[in-house]
Each structure stands twice: as structure tokens, then as C-alpha cells.
């Protein structure tokens, strides 16, 4: 029998199962929890298990906490430390998945400040692509990406994914794989999960933080290393609908996703309706960094061993 995934909830350690949450608690009732999704690449050649921008992670988290207003009660160190704890309690040796959430306990109401609490959970995360498939289709959504004046697509927070959920659903009810948002200024966005990149003109485009987007840490990895380590050039500006479908290449990234090719939107291919070039080589740039095979880049990556 598989052995029972070990969770840190309140500080403990214990079976996934004995972690209970108040059913009346705001986390329950209104989605007000913040949190971070997090992935480890298991390195064969160094055994080692290296957690990816851990750092970045829960400076997101400390920011999310502070824009919700919640308790001030966990330290830097803190979050970085008991998710490393959990990690090895649990002795993975694998790529994993990892859930990283704050969230409102207690009886209270939507506007509670406190009690805080935390949960770290290994979740199962399989890769979003089929394996049959090279990249996926997207539509743009009827539905508009939530903005900072509403709901802040800066903040982490469960209740968020609502908006994305509307837009996810619609897109896989008419036969696409993702959706692509535009916002209230009615300008390319993001996905429900992901930030989106595109090529034209051997030009990487990405609409900017202030397009009503997550402050991906994805995102900001790969206009990093398409910079400085494949010398392209990178733009992040205001991008039109239309402009999508006359681009060269195109994928979505995200820690879940990490990257995923777009052949198409609206059904009209991208490119060639291949997965492009540049694609590619982001792609094997990005994995050999996450998986801590590019040495260049360890700073980035928290071993647990
Ligand atoms: N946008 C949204 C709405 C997301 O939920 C995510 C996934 N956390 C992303 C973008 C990608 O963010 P990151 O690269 O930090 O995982």
C-alpha cells in the first residue's frame, strides 16, 4: 500500500488526513486563503532535490499576506524552513509539487484579519501537456481577467481563481485546452494559471505586470535567461487581440505549466502551427536550470538534502 502523504498543518507534521479546517472558517466560506504553488526537480547525478525560486515563493506570499491585510505572523525564515521540513519528511527522491497556504481559520467573517494559519501539502501535479501532445489550443475569453481595482490579480489568493475557473470552463466546453484573458482595457492578459509569451519578429513579447496579471515568477525567470543566456531581445508592453494571431510562436508559462507551447487561438494557427524555434530553446534553457543541470543558476535552487 502507498504510504500516506505527510502535510505540515499548524506547525505539525501529520497524515493528510488528520488536518482539519473549520468548515465556518473564512478559508471555507470565502476563499480567503493566500498561497504558492511550488515545484522540486529531483536531480539524478547530484541525488539531490532542489526546490525552485523558494526564495521568490515566499517573498509572493509575505506580499499577498500584506495586501489581504492578514495577521502579520510568519516570518521569512518560516515559510522557507517549514516548507524544506515537509519536503524531507515525506523523503521524495521525485519531481514534485508543492502547496504553500495561508489561510483565514476560525468562525469568522469575510473582512477577519485573524487567526492565521499555514498548511504545506505535496499535491499531485501531473504535466498539463498530454503526452500525445506537442502543444495546446487557445481561445480568448468572453470573460474579463479580474483587475486591481476589484479583486488584485497580484494577490495570490484562492478566491481569485473564480474568474479564471469562468474562463477555463468555457474554453474546454467549446473544445480548446486554455484560455487567454484580456482586461478591463480590453488588452491581452494572461491564462487562468499561466503568463503568456509570444514571438514576432525574433522579438519575445509579454504584456506587462500591469496588464492585470500575477507577478509570475515563471515569467520573470524566462525574461531573465531569454536576456542572458540566448541573447534575445525582450519587450513587455500592451499587446492587442489580434496581434496573437499573426505571431510567429507563442507559449504559456507557470510553475504548473512550466512551459507549454500555443499552436493556435481562436483556431488560427500560430506560425506554422508548430511548436516554434525559440520556443524550444527557452525550453531546454528553462528545464536544465529548474532540474540544476545549467550550474550557472543555482542560486535559484534551495536543495533539500
Ligand atoms: N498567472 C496566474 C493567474 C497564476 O495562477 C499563475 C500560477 N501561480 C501564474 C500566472 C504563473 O505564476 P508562477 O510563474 O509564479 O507560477
Redesign the pocket.
Known amino acids: 500500500m502507498e504510504k500516506e502523504r505527510l502535510i505540515w498543518f499548524k506547525g505539525e507534521v501529520m497524515p493528510v488526513s488528520q488536518a482539519k479546517v473549520n468548515v465556518l472558517s473564512p478559508t471555507s466560506q470565502f476563499g480567503a486563503n493566500v498561497f ?3 515545484r522540486a526537480y529531483w536531480n539524478k547525478e547530484d541525488e539531490q532535490l532542489y526546490i525552485f ?1 523558494l526564495d ?2 515566499a517573498q ?1 506570499l509575505l506580499n499577498s499576506i500584506k495586501m489581504m491585510r492578514f495577521e502579520d505572523k510568519f516570518s521569512y525564515n518560516l515559510l522557507i524552513e517549514s516548507c524544506k521540513e515537509i519536503i524531507k519528511a515525506n523523503e521524495f527522491k521525485e519531481d514534485i509539487a508543492i502547496r504553500q497556504t495561508v489561510f483565514l481559520d476560525g468562525f469568522g467573517s469575510w473582512f477577519s484579519t485573524s487567526p492565521i494559519e499555514m498548511f504545506i501539502a505535496p499535491i499531485a501535479k501531473k504535466r498539463l501537456l498530454p503526452a500525445e501532445k506537442n502543444g495546446v489550443s487557445c481561445c480568448i475569453s468572453s470573460w474579463e481577467r479580474i483587475n486591481d481595482n476589484s479583486l488584485s ?1 497580484k494577490i ?1 489568493v484562492g478566491a ?2 473564480i474568474n ?1 475557473r469562468a474562463g477555463q470552463l468555457e474554453a474546454l466546453r467549446n473544445g480548446y485546452d486554455f484560455t487567454i484573458f484580456l482586461n478591463n482595457k480590453g488588452h491581452v492578459s ?6 503568456l509569451f509570444f514571438v514576432r519578429d525574433g522579438k519575445l513579447i509579454t504584456p506587462p505586470i500591469t496588464a492585470s ?9 524566462i525574461i531573465q535567461i531569454a536576456k542572458e543566456e540566448l541573447g534575445i531581445e525582450v519587450v513587455e508592453r500592451e499587446v492587442d487581440r489580434t496581434e496573437l494571431y499573426i505571431a510567429d510562436e507563442m507559449f504559456l ?5 512550466e512551459m507549454i507551447p500555443v499552436l493556435s487561438v481562436d483556431r488560427i494557427d500560430i506560425g506554422d502551427g508548430l511548436e516554434g524555434e525559440l520556443t524550444k530553446k527557452i525550453k531546454k534553457t528553462y528545464f536544465d536550470i529548474v532540474r540544476g543541470e545549467n550550474k550557472r543558476y543555482l542560486k535559484w535552487l534551495t536543495p533539500v538534502y
Open positions: 504558492e504553488g511550488l525560486r521568490e515563493h509572493r490579480p495570490k481569485n481563481y479564471s494572461e491564462g487562468p494559471g499561466s503568463c496579471i500575477l507577478e509570475s515568477i515563471t515569467r520573470a525567470t508559462c507557470g510553475t504548473a505549466v
